[in-house]
Each structure stands twice: as C-alpha cells, then as structure tokens.
C-alpha cells in the first residue's frame, strides 16, 4: 500500500521497498520475460560517477530515463528504476545521483523530472543498500527538476566521505538541505544564505575530505561558490571568485586545487558565455584557466559545463563546451593544472557502430550537450563522458598528452532512454517499426540488435509521433515527424527499408497530429492537430479535406475493408465511420467518454474497432463503427493493441496498458475482453506507458510497450 503522506516542511521519513512502490501487489497470472528493443541511448545522460573506492563500479543518471549501474560482466548498463509505476511517473527524472566513497554498498537518487504546477508529485530520496538493487524511498515536501534547465549541473547530492549519516542536498528553490541519518529524514539548512536563481537553484555540493570543507555552487553570477569550515553550520562567498557567470561543475583536484567550469545559462541548450577557473585552497588565489575564450575569432559564444579530475594523477583536468553548435562541442584535456591544454576534438577517433543512429548528420560527432565527464579513479585512460544522446567511452586518454589521436566508442548499451510515441507491428516485414522523440522512425529487423542502418531517412526526422501500416499491401507503411513543411510526412512500400517524403501536404498545417492509411493502401488519411483532417489518394502528392470530421479526431483504417475508416473524437464523445475511404465521415455512436481516445482494429474481422477511453474505460464495436460496447471487465485503458491469437482461440489477442479489478498494469486479453491477465509485474513497471501498444501478430503473447524515457520494452511468455 502508498505510504505517501504530507510532510513537515523541516523533515520527512517515510519509507517503503521499491519493489511495492505504492502499489497494490497483484502477481501476473502468465510469466512474463521483459527486455528491451536495442536501440542504445538516446536521450540525454546529464551525470556520471565512478565510485571512489570499488574499482568498475560506475553509475549514470538521465534526464527521463532513471538511473543506471554499468555490469562489468556484461559489458551493459543496468537499468534501476524499472519499477517505477504509473502513478509515480515523475519519477524516472533522476535530479542527482550520490555514492557513499566509505562504502560501495550505498547509492543515493534524488529523483523527480519536474517542478511544473501540472506535476503534482513531489521528489523522492531513494536509498539503496545493495548499489541499487533496492531501495528505500523519503518523500520529499518539494519538487525536484531532473528534466529542467540546468540538469547537468552537479552533483546536488553529497556524502560526507567521513561520516556516511551525513548528506547534503541542493535544490532548485528551497535551498540547501541535510541529513544526519543516511537520508531518512532531511532538515533545511536555515543558515545557508543563497538560493540562487529561481528555478535552477543550488548546483552542486562536495566535500573537501582533507579538512571537512563543504563547497557548494549556487546560480548566483555575483557569488556563485560557498564554503563551509564548520559542518554546514555557517556558510561565506570564497573570496576573490569570478563573478558574472554561473558554476556548472565543481570538483576538488588531487593537486589540492578546486577547478570549476561555468556559463551564463544553466543548459543546456543555450550558452553564450563561459569559462574554467582554479582555485588554490591552500592560498585562496584564483586562476582563470580557460582553454578556448568565447566570442573570439568570429566564433558564436558558448560555454563550459562537463569536468572531470583524476585522483591518481594531480593536474589532471578535462573540461567540455556547452551550447558551441557550430563548429561543435570539443572536449579540452590538461595536465599541468590548467596551463596548456589538447584539444579532444581535433585527433579523435570515434567509433559509432554501438549506435548508428549517431551519424544523421553524415560525420559523427564528439557530441552535444557534454553535460559531465569522469576519469576512471583506478586507470587514467579510461574516461567517459555523456551526451544529449548517449555515453562515450575511451580506454587511451593518455595519448591525448602526447598529441596522439584517442580512440572512443558508445558505451551506452544496456540503456534505453528514448520517448516512444508510436509502434506497428505489422503481419509481414520486420516485427517492429517505431516512431521515436527527438530521434525519429526505426525499422527494427531483430529485437536484440541495435538497427544497422540508424534512423530512417529521406527525409532524416528529429520528433516522429505517428506510424501507420496498410496490412493488406505488403511493405506499405507511412509516417510522419515534426518537421519543416514538406519533411513531415514519407511512405515506403517496403516496410521501411527506404523511404519516399510525401510532395505535398494539408495546409495550413503545423502541428503534424496523426495518420492513418486503408488496409489496401489506397487512401491515407492525414489528420493535423490543427487543421480538420485530409485525405490523398496519390501518396500524398494532393490532400483533399475530409467533410464530417472535426480537428484533432482520432482516425484508424479497418484493418480488412479498405472502405471502412473510424473517427473519434475525445472533446465530445462522439464516434465516427466513412464508407467511402475517408472522403466523408458520419457520426455514429454518442454519449461515449470524453477526455482521451485511441482507436484500433484487428486484422481479421472488418467491422471491428476497440475504443480505448483513458479512465472512461475499453469500448468495442462489432458493426463498423455504429455502435460501441463497453468492456466491463476492465477499469481503465489507455492504449489497445492486438496480437496472434492465443492456441485453439480464434479472437486476436488483445493488449492494454490499464487499470483491471484496481490495479494498473499491462495486460492481455485472450477471449475479445471477457477476461484478463496482468503480463508485467511490480518489478517492470516502466511509469508511463499510455501512447502506444503492439501486440505481435505472427508471436503469441509477445506485446511492444511505448515509455516515456525507458525506451521499447517487450515481454513474452516464459
């Protein structure tokens, strides 16, 4: 059961296992297998640690995608926050990620995506005693913002290396918090004296282990880093700091100096102005150690923001841009404290086979978005750095100290942290193609091999938020991506082998909505978010508006009759069909739930379409659309998809992210709704996943799920 409750504003201390996460337990009734399609990254990785202490432990943490441990057996990153369930979505944004250096058993998350007033579930400190395995959680009475500005800086979170009860935390509006007893409960720190700038806050916090020190870096250009001699209990600006710009990272060198990167916006995507500088603890001077001077030489400006040092190796320090668009983000290495400095960039030898997608631009890059870097404590040469798409690695960083190329490769597999919008699994061709965010459409050929030929292009597409497939016209499959007019729409008749973008398209458009296409891929139907919805009979050469049909009504082709097109439309409840592929829409059905709407049909019985109506619930119709049954075993459905047919049943499988008998989950219906089991379970929860579901249907029981930020898990029956 929730042990959510309110809290005092100065402590909280409730607790429970992850593994329950405020859920009703409800052990599935079929076992299921859950892995992840291969795609390897994706979104941005904003932090990485290597633990001080334990040799190949190392941990990441991403902006909507959790957090994550690297398997040294494996070679894979393993994923932690599965288990985060629908209710608690918010929290798959991890703020900050902190070790224990006295003890590699212990791992600290800070998490929560958002601070908006849309999100009403505050963050959460989830402690974990077996590096991640399972955890504890504190409510916290405050929102954190894993996916907001700023969400590279770090890290807010910190462990007194002497006294592993105490913890510092560093939030974006209510200032600087600690614990005294491993995180259970926290307590404002009164006496700190800056929040920062609204919003972005306290960036990070660490703790000088020679003396006891706390450093902390506030969004303040006026004085941007605090000291602490006594515990926390009082706090001063160090003298003498730079001023007018905002700290990034911090961290303190095995030269005794504290080195700190900055820009004049927290990230990162923007960033004009920035620089490096050093302090010397021992005689409070600052040094400015800039590599590469913003606004000069008639380059844009930007700014600095991943730093790391090597403990093994005093005045080593590596620094990277932000916001330096054009010629590229670059990534400078020292090893006399700042003095002189190599350039990453300009001898790299980059290998991006791990994940192919990386080269849309047509020559990879070192990356964008180098929001932190970490040298491994035990081997010098070996350095990873994150990205807005996912983590490099190198084993030869010490080359670079002799003007020699360093080698670095993707290091991200085994994490999968793409927004997937939409997926088709159609009757022939690949079993999967999917509709991504950020990083476009991908034909997926083998579920356990990262797609060799990247994204699809002709044209190449960033946000893609619809798939369509004709089932009775093999290789038929159309799509569409938010993009420039005349790149927002393509078809391919090969099952997304190649492609070919649609010469015209519904003016005057600029919110892409949603398509559909007839079952005999004669007709797509084409329905903006903004613009009532067209149809084109020439593959979208000409679009012709529909007539019946009001904006933003959900639109599915019959999966048998290429006639027969279902329209829905959320704001009113209303049901729609056209007989005459989509040139004219009546209504049909009234009084349906209004809020939410997804439409589907089976590719077996032209007439039947299923209804999917978020809280509203499941409805079915069996006469093409005139009239709509609920579903009454089931409480909730956010998506319906369906699959082969279980053994001796003739009826598809049917699958949905819901709510059944009060429980959420993914389940699956092997009787047309009379009856259903949960397929996934406490430990796989994946927090939202209500866009998008596929059930396969040439595998029995094996069903595709849409996250936001956990990529495209699947389960099949053991």
């Not at 929001?371 to 750095?385: A, E, H, N, T």
Request: aromatic content about 10%; glycine content about 14%; overall charge negative.
């Amino acid at each position: 059961m929730s042990t959510r409750r309110q809290f005092l504003a100065l402590s909280t201390g409730t607790a429970m296992l992850a593994t329950t996460a405020g859920h009703a337990q409800a052990a599935p009734s079929n076992r299921y297998r859950w892995r992840n399609v291969e795609i390897v990254g994706g979104g941005f990785v904003t932090g990485i640690t290597h633990h001080p202490g334990r040799r190949g432990l190392v941990y990441a943490r991403t902006d909507i995608g959790g957090a994550v441990r690297f398997d040294n057996r494996t070679q894979r990153w393993v994923q932690l926050l599965h288990w985060v369930g629908w209710d608690e979505w918010n929290w798959t944004g991890v703020e900050s990620l902190a070790v224990d250096p006295a003890d590699p058993r212990r791992l600290y998350l800070a998490v929560g995506t958002y601070t908006n007033d849309w999100s009403p579930i505050n963050g959460a400190i989830l402690r974990s005693v077996d590096q991640g395995r399972t955890y504890v959680r504190t409510d916290l009475p405050f929102k954190l913002g894993g996916n907001e500005p700023g969400r590279s800086m770090g890290e807010r979170l910190a462990v007194d290396p002497h006294d592993g009860r105490i913890l510092f935390l560093g939030t974006r509006n209510q200032g600087l918090w600690r614990s005294a007893d491993r995180g259970v409960t926290w307590a404002r720190v009164d006496s700190f004296p800056d929040t920062g700038t609204p919003g972005i806050g306290i960036g990070f916090v660490f703790f000088d282990p020679r003396d006891g020190t706390i450093y902390a870096g506030v969004a303040d250009a006026a004085a941007g880093l605090y000291r602490s001699t006594d515990a926390g209990a009082t706090w001063a600006p160090i003298p003498g700091q730079p001023v007018g710009l905002l700290p990034h990272h911090g961290e303190l060198g095995a030269d005794g100096n504290i080195y700190v990167s900055y820009g004049d916006l927290p990230g990162p995507y923007e960033m004009y102005d920035g620089a490096v500088h050093k302090l010397d603890t021992g005689t409070g001077e600052w040094t400015d150690i800039t590599p590469l001077r913003p606004n000069t030489g008639g380059e844009a400006g930007f700014g600095y923001a991943g730093l790391a040092t090597d403990p093994r190796r005093p005045g080593t320090v590596m620094v990277a841009t932000m916001g330096r668009w054009g010629p590229v983000d670059d990534i400078f290495r020292s090893v006399d404290g700042g003095r002189t400095w190599s350039s990453i960039g300009e001898r790299i030898v980059l290998d991006t086979s791990g994940a192919p997608y990386l080269n849309f631009h047509g020559t990879p890059k070192l990356g964008w978005m180098i929001g932190d870097i970490s040298i491994d404590p035990f081997d010098s040469g070996k350095v990873l750095y994150v990205t807005g798409a996912t983590i490099f690695g190198t084993d030869d960083a010490t080359e670079a100290e002799a003007g020699r190329s360093t080698h670095w490769s993707v290091r991200a597999q085994g994490l999968e942290e793409t927004a997937v919008l939409d997926l088709i699994s159609p009757p022939w061709g690949p079993p999967l193609i999917s509709a991504l965010g950020d990083i476009g459409v991908y034909r997926h050929d083998r579920l356990d091999r990262v797609p060799p030929d990247g994204q699809a292009s002709n044209p190449v597409s960033g946000t893609s938020p619809s798939l369509d497939y004709a089932a009775r016209a093999p290789g038929f499959v159309v799509r569409l991506a938010n993009a420039n007019a005349g790149e927002r729409g393509a078809y391919s008749t090969d099952a997304g082998v190649s492609w070919q973008p649609f010469t015209g398209e519904p003016a005057p458009m600029t919110q892409p909505g949603r398509i559909a296409v007839s079952t005999d891929a004669r007709t797509i139907v084409w329905a903006p978010d903004d613009l009532v919805a067209h149809y084109s009979r020439d593959r979208g050469a000409t679009w012709t508006a529909v007539t019946g049909l009001p904006v933003k009504a959900a639109v599915v082709g019959d999966r048998v009759d290429g006639r027969l097109f279902y329209g829905f439309d959320p704001a009113t409840g209303t049901a729609y069909v056209s007989t005459n592929g989509g040139a004219s829409f009546t209504v049909t059905a009234t009084g349906l739930p209004t809020g939410a709407g997804k439409l589907e049909t089976v590719l077996d019985r032209a007439g039947h379409c299923w209804l999917a109506a978020g809280t509203g619930g499941l409805y079915r119709s069996v006469d093409s659309g005139l009239t709509y049954v609920p579903v009454t075993s089931i409480d909730e459905a956010y998506t319906i998809g369906f699959g082969k047919a279980a053994p001796r049943h003739r009826d598809m499988a049917a699958y949905t992210s819901g709510k059944v008998g009060g429980v959420r989950g993914i389940f699956r219906s092997d009787d047309s709704g009379a009856s259903w089991v949960r397929v996934n379970d406490d430990r796989h929860q994946y927090a939202s996943t209500g866009d998008a579901i596929a059930g396969d249907p040439r595998v029995y029981g094996r069903v595709y799920l849409s996250t936001n930020g956990f990529g495209i898990p699947y389960g099949e029956p053991v």
